[in-house]
């Protein structure tokens, strides 16, 4: 068993505060033993990030604390090289072990954030992948991730609030398509519609439903998942695909 959680946040006046908010529910979700939290993308006031050790040290802290597995969302990160929205992930022992890099920017994005052309399986307490927002709306990107070995998907996102019911829509497709439980965050604010979810699945039959978990307002929550239970039904899923043109 594992458990699997996420934050809604809400907006801060300053990265600081927003920080020490999203502190306070990560530690109230280290005490229920949950083993990986991922937060929305583009939470903070300032959202390029230069320096993520200083700006995540005290996730780092918490992390190592509860032997947790932090997604802290995904942000800018600007080089000379090149500007990425990218997720960082936070291991169970207070590192950071790794990045995905958001694979299609989303509309005024495209003007100066480059694409990025991996998938990467990160495999702490599961073997996980992140759809960082607008990825979710590409059937491959989640689809590759599951072929690669992922047994959850892990999606920080920033939705608007006339974008909520498409992107719910969405998140459940990709869970019902790939037999696999998807934990999506989002932002609530006055312009960013929250109703994160935890899109569990169910199978009665041969028939596999949705079971959705919604949050209000800025707050957590953790789910436990027997990952196996899906690994029949997913395999069974991919065998049934067929290849045409």
Same mark, same amino acid.
């Given at each position: ?34 083993d ?28 190592? !604390? ?24 936070i ?17 005024? !994005? ?11 399986i ?40 006339r ?24 932002? !609530? ?28 307002g ?14 029949k ?13």
């Open positions: 068993m594992v458990k699997l959680g996420l934050i809604q946040t809400t907006s801060q006046s300053t990265n600081q505060k927003g920080i020490a908010q999203a502190v306070k529910i990560l530690k109230k979700l280290g005490r229920n033993n949950t990986i939290v991922c937060l929305p993308e583009q939470w903070l006031k300032n959202n390029e990030i230069s320096d993520f050790d200083l700006e995540f040290s005290d996730f780092k802290k918490i992390a190592k !604390e509860f032997s947790m597995t932090i997604i802290p969302g995904a942000f800018y990160e600007i080089t000379k090289e090149k500007t990425s929205i990218i997720s960082p992930v291991g169970p022992n207070g590192e950071f072990i790794g990045r995905q890099e958001k694979i299609h920017p989303f509309d005024y !994005e495209k003007d100066n954030v480059k694409p990025g052309n991996e998938t990467k990160f495999n702490t307490a599961c073997k996980f992948g992140i759809v960082i927002c607008y990825d979710m709306v590409f059937p491959n990107v989640a689809h590759t991730f599951v072929k690669k070995g992922a047994q959850v998907l892990f999606s920080p996102s920033r939705i608007v609030k974008g909520i019911q498409p992107w719910q829509m969405y998140v459940q497709v990709r869970a019902l398509e790939n037999r696999i439980p998807i934990i999506a965050a989002n932002v !609530e604010s006055q312009r960013f519609g929250g109703s994160s979810l935890i899109v569990d699945l169910s199978e009665n039959n041969k028939v596999v439903t949705t079971k959705v978990f919604k949050l209000n800025e707050s957590g929550i953790s789910k436990e998942f027997n990952l196996d239970k899906y690994e039904s997913r395999k069974s899923r991919f065998l049934d695909s067929n290849k045409f043109q």
